[in-house]
């Protein structure tokens, strides 16, 4: 806008007809305080002419807004790109939403809950705008790069065109009763597991037996995504374990990786209860190896293309609704991991392609969790009617895994028994039935990997070859082409430049 206005010197209408022709916005989160808000005492300091820019901008919103909704000033206030209050705001998302053709969500479900949610009243006066667009990832480093044995046996039965055209792994359904074809992949999985376990004692010390399950969570550490939950996870198999050491139990190596943002410290503290409750357990020699708990250090996409391909669970356990989508659930997906998960993000339309009986699905749906919390939830009844769960708060509460400091982790059961904002306590019973149905079927390989074999077949929704043709075709309003751009220095007359590269002068 300033450059087209200040610059160009071009009328004011005509310049936001051209800048909403050109932006669209794509929302990636449904957290109303992780959208972006900026102060107008620093807007006013560093970029006065855009501030007052925002300010006409906003001035011609109000007036739409005004006009469709003669009197409702709630609603005004509510759809304003200023924000009154104590300190004056700039909310970005309206401001994106305003000056965009465009706006989408990343899974369907997030796109609904967008329209029915955060951005309703944008949706209400602006339905066209609003689209979905389901994240996707790139098959040709999340498994021709980095899992290339079985990108190989793909082949076999395939070709090799599926790495464009993903779809084409439907045509592994008709192998998914192929007991030749399921010890090949089983024996590809095994061979990963191998691999992973090395490296894993090579970069940390530390020995992971290659023949239990893999139990994978690695993402940003953020209590929504329920690290915690996990956790709580372990202190229960780990507490039958003490109780019962000749139990019949299925061996378990549980990973969880990811960062957390400097600030925030209840991810940190999370971090640290969970290396807290490792030190223990893999201590534990009553425990041996039939349960071990691994923390992935600096987890980043070079180690993330060696554990995906290794993982046999994958979990994608946030609260339902919280999750925009998710593109780790689709990694693990593509690579033959299992998911275990709730209705949440790229879960939902992943549950569609796969079939319900090809992931492991627990807890509250959307409805489900927004009813308990208009009626009142209240976390500390579960605590009160769950020995597990009791047994388990208690001994992070008491000191258990923090004998050196045993009130280190009171904050983090407090907010649980007090608030508990994600529902872990709501869901909890659901996850560890869950969880004990994953551990059965994990004792019958084949049947095992008969739906791992499904969960590849079903994965070509999620390239982001068919992201990318559906922005270009919808949003961007160009035919989508895989020609290839040469680079720079290639003369497109020359057919024998390509391989050559620049020459100093």
Not at 443 to 459: E, F, H, Q, R
Request: aromatic residues 10%.
């Amino acid at each position: 806008m300033r450059i087209l206005v200040d610059i160009e010197e071009m009328p004011w209408d005509k310049a936001l007809e051209i800048t909403q022709r050109a932006c669209a916005y794509t929302n990636h989160t449904l957290l109303p305080e992780a959208l972006e808000r900026w102060p107008i005492h620093m807007f006013e300091y560093l970029l006065p002419r855009h501030l007052q820019i925002i300010y006409d901008i906003n001035a011609y919103h109000m007036e739409r807004v005004a006009k469709m909704w003669p009197g409702d000033f709630d609603r005004m206030r509510r759809m304003s790109i200023i924000e009154e209050g104590h300190v004056k705001n700039i909310n970005m998302a309206h401001l994106s939403i305003v000056g965009s053709h465009a706006i989408n969500g990343v899974a369907a479900i997030h796109s609904d809950l967008l329209q029915k949610g955060l951005f309703k009243d944008f949706f209400e006066m602006d339905p066209h705008k609003f689209q979905n667009k389901t994240n996707g990832i790139t098959p040709r480093r999340w498994l021709l790069l980095c899992n290339p044995n079985l990108a190989d046996l793909i082949a076999e039965k395939l070709g090799e065109t599926w790495v464009t055209k993903l779809d084409e792994l439907r045509g592994l359904e008709k192998f998914a009763n192929d007991q030749k074809f399921l010890l090949s992949v089983a024996k590809v999985k095994q061979e990963n597991k191998m691999k992973f376990a090395q490296y894993l004692e090579s970069t940390t010390g530390m020995r992971i037996d290659p023949s239990a399950m893999f139990d994978v969570q690695v993402k940003r550490i953020h209590e929504y995504k329920r690290q915690l939950l996990n956790i709580l996870h372990i202190v229960t198999i780990y507490n039958r374990l003490k109780k019962n050491p000749s139990m019949d139990f299925t061996p378990r190596v549980v990973m969880i990786g990811g960062k957390a943002a400097p600030g925030y410290h209840m991810a940190k503290q999370l971090i640290k209860l969970y290396n807290n409750v490792g030190r223990v357990v893999n201590n534990d020699k009553i425990v041996g190896n039939k349960l071990k708990v691994v923390f992935l250090e600096n987890y980043r996409v070079s180690l993330a293309e060696k554990v995906i391909p290794a993982a046999d669970l994958s979990e994608q356990i946030s609260t339902a609704g919280t999750e925009a989508s998710g593109t780790g659930n689709m990694k693990f997906m593509l690579n033959g991991a299992l998911t275990i998960g709730t209705l949440d993000g790229a879960n939902v339309e992943m549950a569609e392609e796969m079939g319900k009986d090809n992931i492991f699905i627990f807890g509250m749906t959307v409805d489900e969790v927004d009813e308990l919390v208009k009626k009142g939830y209240k976390p500390r009844d579960y605590y009160e009617k769950n020995d597990d769960l009791r047994q388990a708060l208690d001994m992070i509460r008491g000191g258990f895994f923090s004998p050196e400091r045993p009130d280190l982790f009171h904050d983090v059961v407090d907010a649980l028994l007090n608030h508990d904002r994600f529902c872990l306590l709501a869901d909890y019973e659901a996850y560890i039935k869950c969880q004990d149905e994953v551990s059965a079927l994990y004792k019958d390989p084949m049947a095992w990997t008969k739906k791992c074999v499904m969960n590849i077949a079903a994965s070509g929704k999620f390239s982001s070859d068919r992201t990318i043709e559906q922005y270009a075709r919808e949003i961007w309003g160009v035919e989508p082409s895989d020609f290839v751009i040469p680079p720079p220095y290639v003369d497109p007359g020359r057919s024998d430049d390509v391989d050559e590269a620049p020459t100093s002068k």
